[in-house]
C-alpha cells in the first residue's frame, strides 16, 4: 500500500509500504477513509521530539472502514463505518477503567524505554514517535487498530466524513479541555489558540455552559473562524501591545476563570520573552518555547483552572511561584477520547457540534509532503490538509 | 523485526557487529578481556547514543556511559575479580487477584509468551523447563530450571540446573495491592557469575544494560497477556524500512 513516511527531519515522503495484518486477537484492519494533519505531527516533523525512526508512518486523526477483524472482536465488524481516538486504549487496565484512557497500562509496546522519560509510561498514540508506541499512522490506505472494540466508534447514518474525521482527535481534546475547566454559570474561559484543537476547546466551553470564550492567535483567518463559526470574542496578539491588560479590561478585572493552552512547544509570540524562548530552543537547550503557556497562568484569576492541551516536553522559567500564590488547579492530559467520543456524536447528531469547517484543504496522500508544508508555514489560510487515500 | 525490544532497532546490528569483534577467540587474561569487552561495549554505546539524536540514542548513550563509568571506577588490579552478580528486582500492580496470577504463571503455560522478548522456553513440565537466550555475537546460551519452591497465591522461585555458562535464578511473588487495585508483582532475577570468557562477556552485557529494561519489560507483557489477552506488538508494523518488508 502507499504511505506518507517520516524519513528525517523536515523529510517525508510518500512511499510503498507492506499492507498491515491482524497480529493480535482484538485488531482490526481499517480502509482509511479520511486522514488528517495536526499539530503535534509537526513537533516530530521539525525534530523538536525524539524517537522517530526513518520509514515510520505517520498519522494519528483518522476514520475509516472495518476490512478484517481478529477473532476476539466482538463490538466492530467487517463493512463498519468507524471513528478512532488517537492513543490506544486497552480498556481492561486500572486507568482505563477509570476513564484515564491515554494513560492506558497496556497498549504501548515500548512503555519500558518511554517510563524513564514521565517516570511511568502513557499508552500508545498511532503514527506518533517510538516512546509513544511506534504504531504505524493513518496517513495510509489501510491501517492496523489494537483493541477495536474499545477504540472503533460507529458513526451514525447520516453524519458526512467531515463532519466525523475531527472527532478522532481535536473535538475530543478541546472538549476535554473544556471538560477539565469545570465551568459554572457565568464563567468566562479564554483559549490560546485557533488551531483544530483551540477551535474545537472553544466550541466545547460553550457547550459546557460558559457564558464567554475569547479566543487568542495571531493569524486573522483563523481568529475570523472563531468569531464565525463558533461566537469567540477574539484577541490578535500580533496587533495588540498588552493581551493581559486586554483580557483584564474584557473581564472586569477579574480575570478569565478558566484559560485553555492549545498551542503547545513551538508558540509564537512577541517581545524579549518570545527571543529567550527561541534561542534556547534553537540551541537544543530547551524543547518548548512557554510563551502562551505563561501569558495563560498569568492571566487566569485567582482560584481558577489552567487546562493544558498543548503538547510539552521539558520547560525551564515555569512560574510555579504563579500557580501556587494564586491558587489555580492545573489539569492536563492528551486526550482521553474513548471517554468523550459518546458525547461528542451524539452532539454531531443533534447538530451542536460540526467541526467540517477544519477541512479547509483536500490532498490525496500523494500529496502529503507538500500538504504538511503548506500546514506548517499556513499557507493559504490552511487549517487542516485533509488527505483522502 | 520488533523495533519495541529494548535494543531495537538499528543499533542492535552495530552492537553485536562491534561485540563480535571484540569478543576474544581464544584463551587468555580472562579478566583483561572482560574489562577489554565491559569498555568497547561501553564506547560503542555512548558513541552510537551520542551519534544518534534520538531518544534511543539518549537511552543507548545512558547505557553505555554508565557502563563505562562502573568500568573505570574500578582498581585496576580488581578488574574482572570482583564479579558482581547481577540482581534486578522490578514491581508491578496487575488488575486480578493473586490466586489468579499465581494460576497464570504456574498453570497457564505462557511463561513462553511472557518471557518471549528474550529468551525461548520450552516447558516440559509444571517445574521443569528449557531456556535459550541469544547474546550478542550471534551466538546463544540455554540453560534448565526447576522450580525450588512454590507457594499457591504468594510465589514462585526456580533456578537453573548445574552446567550452564551463565547460572541463574529467578522467583516471582504475588502480594495483594490495596482498595481495588489488584495484586503486586514482584519479579526477581539473579545471575551468577559466570565461567569460560563467552558466558563472562555475556553476563557483563546482560549485567550492565539490558535485566532491567528485560525484567521490565517481562512484568508488562505478563501484565498485558493477564488484563487484556493478548502482549502490545509492533509485530508486522507497516513502515518504509528494510527490516519490516
Known sequence: ?389 | MDVGSPLGGPATSGIADALKGALPGGTGKASQEQRRVTLILGGVLLTLGLRRVSFGGAALALAGGALLYRELSRQSGQAGAETHMAEVTRSITIGKSAAELYRFWREGGHLPRVMGHFAEITETDMDQAHWTVRVPGGRSLSWDTRVVESRPGELVSWQSLPGTELPNRGEVHFRPAPGDRGTEVTLRLHFQPPGGTLGAAAARALNGLVPSLLVGDALRRFKSLVETGEIPTLDRNPSARASTA
Open chain 1, 1 to 389: 500500500m502507499r504511505a506518507l513516511c517520516w524519513e528525517g527531519v523536515n523529510d517525508l515522503r510518500v512511499q510503498t509500504v507492506p499492507d498491515p495484518e491482524i497480529v493480535n486477537p482484538h485488531d482490526v484492519i481499517l480502509r482509511i477513509t479520511m486522514s488528517t494533519t495536526c499539530g503535534s505531527d509537526l513537533h516530530f516533523i521539525d525534530g523538536y521530539v525524539p524517537s522517530m525512526l526513518p520509514g515510520d508512518v505517520i498519522g494519528h486523526e483518522f476514520m475509516g472502514v472495518v476490512e478484517d477483524a481478529g477473532s476476539e472482536v466482538k463490538k466492530v465488524k467487517k463493512g463498519d463505518r468507524v471513528v478512532v481516538p488517537s492513543f490506544v486504549a486497552c480498556g481492561d487496565c486500572w486507568y482505563c477503567q477509570h476513564d484515564l484512557y491515554s494513560l492506558c497500562d497496556n497498549t504501548n509496546p515500548n512503555a519500558e524505554v518511554q517510563a524513564p522519560l514521565l517516570g511511568y509510561p502513557t499508552g500508545a498514540c498511532f503514527g506518533y514517535t517510538h516512546a509513544f508506541g511506534g504504531y504505524a499512522g493513518s496517513h495510509a490506505q489501510y491501517m492496523r487498530v489494537p483493541h477495536a472494540d474499545v477504540g472503533c466508534f460507529q458513526v451514525p447514518e447520516g453524519l458526512r466524513d467531515e463532519q466525523v474525521l475531527f472527532l478522532s482527535d481535536a473535538a475530543p481534546t478541546g472538549y476535554m479541555g473544556a471538560d477539565f475547566c469545570d465551568i459554572q454559570p457565568g464563567d468566562i474561559v479564554a483559549v490560546w489558540g485557533c488551531g483544530g484543537v483551540g477551535l474545537m476547546a472553544q466550541q466545547s466551553a460553550l457547550l459546557l455552559g460558559a457564558e464567554r470564550v475569547i479566543a487568542i492567535d495571531r493569524f486573522p483567518e483563523r481568529l475570523k473562524m472563531a468569531r464565525d463559526h463558533i461566537g469567540s470574542e477574539t484577541i490578535n496578539y500580533a496587533e495588540t501591545p498588552d493581551v493581559l491588560a486586554i483580557l483584564h479590561e474584557m473581564t472586569g478585572g477579574r480575570g478569565p476563570d478558566a484559560c485553555i493552552d492549545a498551542v503547545g512547544m513551538e508558540a509564537h509570540g512577541t517581545g524579549p520573552g518570545y527571543l529567550y524562548d527561541k534561542a534556547m530552543q534553537t540551541l537544543r537547550l530547551v524543547t518548548d518555547r512557554g510563551q502562551a503557556l505563561r501569558q495563560a497562568i498569568m492571566a487566569v484569576r485567582k482560584g481558577g483552572t489552567l487546562s493544558v492541551l498543548g503538547v510539552y516536553g521539558v520547560m525551564d522559567k515555569f512560574p510555579i511561584g504563579v500557580i501556587m500564590n494564586k491558587g489555580l488547579t492545573v489539569r492536563s492530559a492528551q486526550q482521553h477520547g474513548q471517554h468523550y467520543l459518546p458525547r461528542l456524536l451524539e452532539h454531531a447528531v443533534k447538530g451542536e457540534l460540526d467541526p467540517s469547517y477544519l477541512a479547509t484543504h483536500r490532498f490525496s496522500l500523494e500529496d502529503g509532503p507538500r500538504a504538511y508544508q503548506m500546514f506548517k508555514n499556513k499557507e493559504d489560510g490552511l487549517v487542516r490538509a485533509v488527505f483522502t487515500p
